[in-house]
């Protein structure tokens, strides 16, 4: 069975398309987390976000930004999730736009920040940065 999204794109599922350029779709989540809960996705498959090419995200953030504009969201989140668990429930990459109009509405997160410690922090800088 093809990826649920791969069908939308293809239109064999509908869906309330907001945006569709030859690279990207755009449309609204039909189990929103509140008022304009929009996705926005590549055209091309790939289950992760080093799955696709550069060429095929080059609209992803300007059309989160036009989203977010139209949908007049102040406060708003972006969000983009890579892995079963890392909470990606649909294995085609995709960009969740979810406006946050009060405290109870939109997303919810916690934030489980601990203290680094800066000599393995700046090791590991420098091991990330030696394979850009």
């Given at each position: 069975?093809?990826?649920?999204?791969?069908?939308?794109?293809?239109?064999?599922?509908?869906?309330?398309?907001?945006?569709?350029?030859d690279k990207t779709l755009a449309f609204l989540d039909i189990g929103p987390l509140s008022k304009g809960h929009a996705l926005v996705i590549p055209?091309?498959?790939?289950?992760?976000?080093?799955?696709?090419?550069?060429?095929?995200?080059?609209?992803i953030l300007p059309t989160l930004k036009r989203l977010a504009t139209a949908t007049g969201?102040?406060?708003?989140?972006i969000l983009q999730n890579n892995g079963t668990i890392a909470h990606?429930?649909?294995h085609?990459?995709?960009?969740?736009?979810?406006?946050?109009?009060n405290e109870t509405e939109g997303l919810g997160i916690t934030w489980p920040s601990t203290s680094?410690?800066?000599?393995?922090?700046?090791?590991?800088?420098e091991d990330i940065k030696s394979k850009m």
């Open positions: 069975m093809s990826c649920i999204f791969c069908r939308i794109i293809k239109g064999e599922i509908p869906c309330l398309k907001l945006f569709e350029s055209k091309y498959h790939g289950a992760k976000l080093a799955d696709i090419p550069d060429d095929h995200l080059s609209e969201a102040v406060n708003y989140n990606q429930q649909v085609h990459v995709h960009f969740h736009m979810i406006p946050k109009p680094g410690d800066m000599d393995k922090l700046k090791a590991l800088c």
